[in-house]
């Protein structure tokens, strides 16, 4: 009998009509984290987000990336709310958002990967932001509002390649969909496949198409993952998983690998915080402070 951990150590292929994938198992193994390293070797974060009435989002994202290992992250919102926001997290670098795009520009040139649209809303400002971040070359995470805003278009707006990981749960997939030519979001396992692939061909970057199961795909891979349960369905989570993939990305992950080690790490940590918590009283925050212990049992399994 060829024992489990065998069995994750090899990529099995599989075909789904008509796209041609390889099945991913294997866990990729997190960046090294040297003792004697300093914070200017693990990363530098920029998250963009936040509005009148969505300020948690972004500072749970934020703090997300922090927890998991990030050496610096700047959170750009609007001016009137940034005293708020760094009350809750003091460890973050505030970054106040005005009219001027310039200053959000400039620290996402420095950034090893942003991560925008918790909360940014979907006004005209926060669309032109938006396309003025994507059309830089950043390694990027694009979530929540900044996702809407795209899908909000006649056409793909975004034509730059291979530079980010879109993280839609259901209901924002939906509304990509008329982007792909597709009409509603499966709920079987070869149906979000096939749509996942179709999205990161068509969009070319990779698609976390998140729910129960998760599944990550680049248009040639396909990884679908196995942790997580419903102590994850309540607001907040999601831009903590945006938040856990940049944070990754920022230490060097490749895209691919850190969004299947930023799903796992979060469906991990959702487990743990139900079980503490019972699966219907886990807050986002409860998942973040989950985030160490997951990390651990998940480098025993990737090395």
Known sequence: ?????????????????????????????????????HKGLFGRVLVIGGNET??????????????????????????????AALAITPEL???????????????????GAVVIGPGLGQSPAAK?????????????????DGLNILAGEK????????????????????????????QDVPADDDGRITLATHAATTFKQIVVLKGSRTVVADG?????????????????????LSGVIGSLIGQGMDRFDAAIAGVWIHGKAGELAGRLLGL????????????????????????
Request: glycine residues 8%; contains cysteine.
């Open 1 to 37: 009998m060829i024992s489990l951990c065998v069995l994750c150590a090899f990529s099995v292929a599989f075909v789904v009509n008509p796209i041609r994938m390889t099945r991913i198992t294997r866990l990729p193994p997190l960046p090294p984290r040297p003792a004697d390293g």
């Open 128 to 144: 032109k932001l938006l396309l003025a971040v994507l059309k830089q070359s950043h390694l990027t995470v694009v979530d929540a």
């Open 220 to 240: 040639k891979r396909v990884y679908i993952n196995r942790t997580g349960d419903s102590s994850l369905s309540k607001a907040g989570t999601g831009d903590v």
């Open 280 to 303: 219907r009283s886990v807050l986002a925050t409860d998942v973040i402070r989950c985030l160490s212990t997951a990390i651990s049992e998940y480098e025993q399994i990737a090395g």
């Open 54 to 83: 969505m300020l948690g989002a972004p500072v749970l994202a934020g703090t997300a990336a922090l927890r998991m290992g990030s050496g610096l992250v700047q959170i750009a919102v609007p001016k009137s709310m940034l005293p």
């Open 155 to 182: 056409q793909w707006l975004w034509r730059s390649a291979d530079k980010a990981v879109l993280t839609p749960h259901p209901g924002e997939m939906k509304r990509l969909c008329k982007l792909l030519g597709a």
């Open 93 to 111: 670098i505030g970054l106040a958002r005005g009219a001027a795009i310039k200053p959000t520009l400039e620290a996402a040139a420095l950034a």
